[in-house]
Structures are given as structure tokens and as C-alpha cells.
């Protein structure tokens, strides 16, 4: 009897093992045929569900950021709790940041391939930021989207760059508590009335 295909899983398989090798590996780096042998795929399937890996890459991170926006939406009126939520995610999904710098480091300043859709994935956030100012509930001497920059700034850096945070932290649960507690005490303090 011949086994029942399963696009919707291989898509599923594909896109995780997508995720690992573009975050270890950057978009010059990624292999199609590491993702197809993890993802126990065809590599022809890859390019049918997926296109070429540019836009495989592109794909991946455009449903992660989705899927954080989902999980951690900017919360102006309750920063701290945005701030350790946001935190949270990055420890539990480290990924996400790592496909944002390899990105980064690809593309530098030139246009994204999906730059409308990222635009306006960041207008929601940036709009949330506005809104919590015009409310007066955060700090509005500084323009939202720059706001924004920051707060995500100093909540993300340290599970970017890991090797700073233990260096210059310690790598201790107490340490990392502790780190927390300052970035969020910075984040008091920028966004105060």
C-alpha cells in the first residue's frame, strides 16, 4: 500500500527545518539540500511549495514576525508586562532574531523583497506606540517609530548577541533575573512622562 501524501505536513517540515538552517546559517550560507534532508523532503517539493531560497528565506521570517506580532502585540499601556512577554518569547524562540540579523547582514539597507508587507506589519506597532502617546500613558517627546526602535533595542540585543550578554552579565539565572530588571527599569525610564 503506498503512503498517503501530506502536503500541509511537508509544508509544516519544510518550513521548520527552514527556520534552523537560515537562523544558523544566514540566507548566503542555507542549504536546500540540509532543509529538504532534515524536513525528510524532496528538494523539488522546496522549490514547487516554496520558490528559490531567497524567497523561501523571505517567507520564513515574514511568518515568524507574524507569529511573534501575535503572540507579544505592542502594549503601551502595560510596557513592563510587553517588555517581559517580549523577552520570554526570544528565550523560548531565539530563531526569530537570528533570521532578523542574518537579514540584516544580506541586505543592509537595500530594499527587503517583502518591503511593503514589513512596512505595514510595522505601522501596526508604530501605531500602537502613537496611540499610548496621544493617550499620554507613555512619553511623547520622542516620535513613535524611534520610540519603538529603542524599547525593542534594549529588550532584543542581549539574545542577539549572547556571548555580550554572558560576558558582560554573568550566565547565572540570578544574573539574567537581574539583567531583566535593569532593562526594564531602562525601559521606565524611557518611556516616563
Given at each position: 500500500?503506498?503512503?498517503?501524501?501530506?502536503?500541509?505536513?511537508?509544508?509544516?517540515?519544510?518550513?521548520?527545518?527552514?527556520?534552523?538552517?537560515?537562523?544558523?546559517?544566514?540566507?548566503?550560507?542555507?542549504?536546500?539540500?540540509?532543509?529538504?534532508?532534515q524536513a525528510k523532503a524532496n528538494k523539488q517539493l522546496i522549490y514547487a511549495y516554496f520558490g528559490?531560497?531567497?524567497?523561501?528565506?523571505?517567507?520564513?521570517?515574514?511568518?515568524?514576525?507574524?507569529?511573534?506580532?501575535?503572540?507579544?502585540?505592542?502594549?503601551?499601556?502595560?510596557?513592563?508586562g510587553w517588555v517581559d512577554r517580549l523577552l520570554d518569547y526570544h528565550a523560548a524562540h531565539p530563531e526569530l532574531l537570528r533570521l532578523l540579523y542574518w537579514e540584516g547582514i544580506e541586505y543592509g539597507t537595500a530594499e527587503?523583497?517583502?518591503?511593503?508587507t514589513r512596512r505595514?506589519?510595522?505601522?501596526?506597532?508604530?501605531?500602537?506606540?502613537a496611540d499610548?502617546?496621544?493617550?499620554?500613558?507613555?512619553?511623547?517627546?520622542?516620535?513613535?517609530?524611534?520610540?519603538?526602535?529603542?524599547l525593542v533595542s534594549l529588550t532584543n540585543w542581549s539574545t542577539v548577541v549572547p556571548q555580550m550578554r554572558r560576558i558582560l552579565a554573568g550566565e547565572e539565572d540570578s544574573d539574567h533575573e537581574r539583567l531583566r530588571a535593569s532593562i526594564k527599569e531602562a525601559v521606565r525610564r524611557l518611556v516616563a512622562r
Open positions: 500500500m503506498a503512503a498517503v501524501r501530506d502536503p500541509e505536513a511537508t509544508k509544516a517540515r519544510i518550513f521548520e527545518a527552514a527556520v534552523a538552517e537560515f537562523a544558523q546559517h544566514g540566507i548566503a550560507g542555507a542549504r536546500i539540500d540540509r532543509i529538504a534532508s528559490n531560497k531567497a524567497e523561501l528565506f523571505t517567507q520564513v521570517l515574514g511568518r515568524s514576525m507574524v507569529d511573534l506580532a501575535a503572540a507579544v502585540p505592542v502594549d503601551p499601556d502595560d510596557i513592563e527587503l523583497p517583502d518591503e511593503a505595514d506589519h510595522y505601522a501596526n506597532k508604530v501605531a500602537a506606540i499610548g502617546q496621544a493617550r499620554g500613558v507613555i512619553t511623547d517627546a520622542i516620535p513613535p517609530g524611534d520610540l519603538l526602535i529603542l
